[in-house]
């Protein structure tokens, strides 16, 4: 059973029916619909234009005057009035104070209006003016354009006077009688202010979650928030306030289960009475209150303990109790509405309204009308759906650990279960926590299962990525996933990814820059530095590309770091594009993880960066390392095969031409298809080496994508680069030095060597795109490392993020993070060993799907590394992550 009350004290409901020529005042909240009633002459329209706006004031006359023409043609009313309605919702919509100017004599009438103001939560307001038939039939009279049969005044006033008792029952939670010329003339209308509408405190708030009865895990937690606690006589707490003017806001649920209901009511009831707190009612508030005034109520869900404590107080204490429960507000706006604190959650089209609905799902959300395993109701994930302004602040259903959702977040995190008590603090949206010192209460369901982000309390659903999904982003809006790409990655997933826990990141793929020109060329750094400068981009880094694979690196501070954050424990783990481990050796991924782990302790990034975990995007080499197999079968084959076959096919030719035959044309084009095989041979060799153990492995780290609270990925690649420095030169320092012996000589014995490094330097350039200079230079750098066999270059941004300005033709949008532009020997690999004799056909490739599948993924990418900093639970982390390995399904040509 709910309350299906409103936020309206008693006061100021009930209908005013005292006859008096005394000034009225006439409470009307700010956000209602007001509606005048009185017969045709009564005053209304000008009493409307005296106390309020005039784009306030909805008239049948007006409306009647829109659809006809004619004020006064009363066969024009029902469209009239479809009309007054349709805009009295529009302006309810939008949280408008609105004033209904019509006779409104008949219930009819008045039934639809109240309709309308429950639709769309706001109180509906009777004003009647009660003037005399004569006066209302005099009036009439003097207007020119006003023609009324003698017996409609007469009749209306009779519907009048019989609709004032049941004005409430029609559902007016306000009824205003003014009666007579003189009190109508007297009234003045004041507004009130919602009784949720606190918009005008700003705070800083400690936001406390559910309590239920657990009093010294709370005096723990308000001491760590650092309030400083009051004491009565006989040492209870009975107030605490904060030095620096803070106040504590309570999301409901003080009582029920724990220990000592009596003393948090005690102690929360002072601070609310002294200023220094707010507090909102939960479910358990409700239905205590009900119990304590005699109300017929199921008693189960621990309120059998708070009513057995409450019993050993005085009834002085219970009536204040009672009272303090019976006065909570449903929900507050708090901080211009930036921040709403309720119970149960609040979706925003309800934030500021006022009416038993509203209430009902404050105090106890909604459900799907399905149970779980355990019997207990299945909430509705209105969170998931939530996209409002304000930080939607909450408890209710018990949680592992508090998590952002969406601009939401809830606090209850099981304290009476064993669990902890949280609060929040804002603005700053740090979550601070105190344990439960023990079980008070054993819960049906339990608090933590082993479902990946079970603690969260969100555990993964196949309904998250199955079928068709749409995922949106902050940077890139909506980005949608087809059916049959879900499916793949689902298979991917399912079969060969990482424990989902550790899998917050997949680096998007990268689109070649535009094709060259150039003659012997398909791709050139002019094409990426014209391409750049066009989107207004000045300032590039160009990066050298490494001769590897990539891979991302979760790199954690101790044993204990990943459990804490990730929920699972380890060292780390090294991951492909694809969410596979990159080794299959653990052993070996362990050392590896070691040795950066070892260089970001050395190096201070996990002081500076104020993290015990770092999320890295690098290049991990030899290619071999990993793709051994894909060498052997598609490029050892290939060169295996030119080898064997293209030198007895070149004798065969000098034996002809020794026999007369003219074959210099087709000799020298396959000497030239001999050449080319041996380019292409030695172009994949230089991309293989030996390696046993860490010997031979070279980890080339580009970039910090995150670590805790942060997404560093959109910081600037000079930051990015020089952070890979320090860890570069961290790791190179690594080995024993000589030791000194102890009377300040050298040992004899020969030091330990150093061991070989395995973090190196990402090589690169600044170009800026407006100097002819800085552009040569950076191409005469790249065709440098070219010659010399490396693969080419990476141009990016060195903003990092940047977006094309809206205007001049351009709608405006994500610059591309990077493009690559490839050596004409490394394209031999991807093209063919004679690619270069084919150029006129392979500058025909189409970019336009690469590109766009590019900037999709790298959106993608921000807004799940943008999830993963804000605390968002394990399924919104996941979503964009898996939506990448998705879209890397779409069919898009490989060799881009």
């Known amino acids: 059973?709910?309350?299906?009350?409103?936020?309206?004290?008693?006061?100021?409901?009930?209908?005013?029916?005292?006859?008096?020529?005394?000034?009225?005042?006439?409470?009307?909240?700010?956000?209602?619909?007001?509606?005048?009633?009185?017969?045709?002459?009564?005053?209304?329209?000008?009493?409307?234009?005296?106390?309020?706006?005039?784009?306030?004031?909805?008239?049948?006359?007006?409306?009647?005057?829109?659809?006809?023409?004619?004020?006064?043609?009363?066969?024009?009313?029902?469209?009239?009035?479809?009309?007054?309605?349709?805009?009295?919702?529009?302006?309810?919509?939008?949280?408008?104070?609105?004033?209904?100017?019509?006779?409104?004599?008949?219930?009819?009438?008045?039934?639809?209006?109240?309709?309308?103001?429950?639709?769309?939560?706001?109180?509906?307001?009777?004003i009647v003016l009660d003037v005399p038939p004569g006066v209302c039939a005099e009036r009439n009279r003097s207007r020119p354009d006003r023609r009324l049969p003698a017996h409609v005044i007469p009749r209306q006033h009779r519907e009048l006077r019989r609709s004032l008792r049941g004005l409430e029952r029609e559902g007016f939670r306000k009824v205003h009688v003014l009666r007579g010329e003189a009190e109508v003339a007297a009234a003045g209308v004041e507004l009130e202010k919602r009784y949720?509408?606190?918009?005008?405190?700003?705070?800083?708030?400690?936001?406390?979650?559910?309590?239920?009865?657990?009093?010294?895990e709370l005096e723990t937690l308000l001491t760590r928030l650092g309030y400083t606690l009051t004491r009565d006589a006989e040492g209870r707490p009975v107030d605490a306030a904060h030095p620096a003017g803070r106040t504590a806001v309570f999301v409901g649920d003080l009582v029920d289960r724990g220990p000592d209901t009596p003393g948090v009511l005690r102690l929360v009831m002072g601070m609310v009475a002294a200023g220094h707190a707010l507090c909102v009612p939960g479910n358990h508030e409700n239905k205590l209150g009900r119990a304590l005034d005699g109300k017929k109520v199921n008693v189960a869900y621990g309120l059998q303990e708070s009513l057995d404590q409450l019993a050993g107080e005085s009834e002085e204490f219970r009536a204040e109790a009672r009272a303090f429960m019976r006065g909570l507000v449903s929900h507050y706006l708090l901080d211009g509405g930036a921040l709403v604190v309720c119970h149960a959650g609040l979706p925003e089209r309800y934030h500021g309204r006022n009416s038993g609905r509203v209430r009902s799902h404050a105090l106890y959300g909604e459900t799907t009308g399905e149970t779980d395993e355990y019997g207990l109701p299945v909430r509705y994930p209105w969170a998931e759906e939530y996209r409002g302004r304000a930080l939607v602040v909450y408890g209710h259903t018990p949680v592992p650990s508090a998590s952002f959702v969406n601009n939401t977040v809830c606090l209850d995190t099981g304290c009476v279960f064993g669990g902890s008590l949280t609060a929040l603090r804002y603005p700053e949206r740090e979550l601070v926590s105190v344990e439960a010192e023990r079980e008070w209460y054993a819960p049906v369901r339990p608090l933590i299962t082993d479902a990946p982000g079970a603690r969260e309390g969100r555990p993964l659903d196949l309904a998250d990525v199955a079928g068709r999904r749409t995922v949106e982003t902050g940077l890139h809006g909506r980005v949608a996933v087809r059916e049959e790409n879900a499916a793949a990655a689902l298979e991917v997933m399912s079969r060969f990814a990482l424990d989902p826990r550790l899998l917050a990141y997949l680096p998007p793929t990268m689109a070649p820059s535009a094709t060259s020109r150039r003659e012997g060329y398909l791709e050139h750094p002019e094409e990426a530095f014209l391409g750049y400068r066009a989107d207004g981009v000045r300032h590039l880094v160009c990066e050298e590309k490494h001769m590897g694979s990539r891979a991302v690196l979760l790199v954690a501070r101790d044993g204990a770091a990943l459990e804490r954050r990730f929920g699972v424990a380890g060292p780390g783990a090294i991951?492909?594009?694809?969410?596979?481990?990159?080794?299959?050796?653990?052993?070996?991924?362990?050392?590896?993880?070691?040795?950066?782990?070892?260089?970001?302790?050395?190096?201070?990034?996990?002081?500076?960066?104020?993290?015990?975990?770092?999320?890295?995007?690098?290049?991990?080499?030899?290619?071999?390392?990993?793709?051994?197999?894909?060498?052997?079968?598609?490029?050892?084959?290939?060169?295996?095969?030119?080898?064997?076959?293209?030198?007895?096919?070149?004798?065969?030719?000098?034996?002809?031409?020794?026999?007369?035959?003219?074959?210099?044309?087709?000799?020298?084009?396959?000497?030239?298809?001999?050449?080319?095989?041996?380019a292409f041979t030695e172009a994949y060799r230089r991309y293989c080496w030996p390696t046993e153990g860490l010997s031979g492995i070279r980890l080339a780290p580009f970039q910090l994508l995150a670590a805790e609270g942060a997404n560093l990925a959109v910081r600037p690649h000079d930051e990015h680069l020089a952070w890979i420095d320090r860890l570069v030169a961290a790791d190179a320092s690594d080995g024993p030095d000589a030791p000194d012996s102890a009377d300040g000589t050298e040992h004899q014995e020969r030091p330990e060597p150093r061991k070989e490094p395995v973090l190196h330097r990402t090589r690169r350039i600044l170009v800026d795109t407006e100097d002819e200079a800085s552009t040569a230079a950076a191409t005469a750098w790249w065709e440098e490392l070219t010659a010399a066999g490396g693969e080419g270059m990476v141009v990016k941004p060195l903003a990092s993020l940047v977006r094309t300005a809206r205007g001049e033709g351009r709608p405006g949008g994500l610059v591309q993070p990077g493009v690559k532009v490839r050596g004409r020997e490394y394209l031999r690999i991807i093209y063919g060993p004679d690619y270069t004799e084919h150029l006129d056909r392979l500058r025909l490739r189409a970019l336009g799907h690469k590109r766009s599948l590019a900037l999709r993924e790298y959106a993608l990418g921000l807004e799940a590394l943008d999830r993963l900093a804000a605390g968002e639970p394990l399924w919104r982390v996941h979503e964009p992550v898996f939506a990448v390995l998705a879209l890397e399904s779409e069919p898009v040509d490989p060799r881009l």
């Open 575 to 678: 991951w492909t594009r694809t969410g596979r481990a990159f080794l299959a050796d653990e052993e070996l991924t362990g050392a590896v993880l070691d040795r950066v782990r070892a260089a970001a302790e050395r190096s201070g990034l996990f002081e500076e960066l104020a993290t015990d975990w770092l999320l890295l995007d690098a290049e991990l080499m030899p290619w071999s390392l990993k793709a051994v197999e894909l060498l052997r079968r598609q490029y050892a084959a290939v060169g295996a095969a030119a080898g064997a076959a293209l030198p007895e096919v070149l004798s065969a030719l000098e034996r002809a031409a020794g026999r007369g035959l003219d074959l210099a044309g087709l000799t020298a084009r396959q000497r030239q298809r001999a050449a080319d095989a041996r």
């Open 196 to 216: 949720n509408d606190l918009r005008h405190l700003t705070g800083p708030f400690d936001i406390v979650g559910d309590i239920h009865g657990c009093r010294s």
């Open 1 to 126: 059973m709910t309350d299906d009350t409103t936020d309206t004290p008693g006061d100021d409901q009930g209908q005013d029916r005292a006859e008096s020529t005394t000034p009225r005042r006439l409470p009307v909240t700010d956000v209602s619909l007001v509606v005048l009633i009185g017969t045709s002459g009564a005053g209304k329209s000008t009493f409307a234009r005296r106390h309020f706006l005039p784009t306030q004031v909805i008239s049948s006359d007006f409306c009647r005057g829109l659809v006809a023409d004619d004020e006064n043609d009363q066969s024009a009313s029902a469209e009239a009035f479809d009309v007054l309605h349709y805009i009295v919702g529009k302006r309810l919509a939008a949280g408008r104070l609105t004033v209904v100017d019509a006779t409104n004599v008949q219930p009819e009438a008045r039934r639809q209006l109240v309709a309308i103001a429950r639709e769309h939560d706001v109180l509906p307001i009777a």
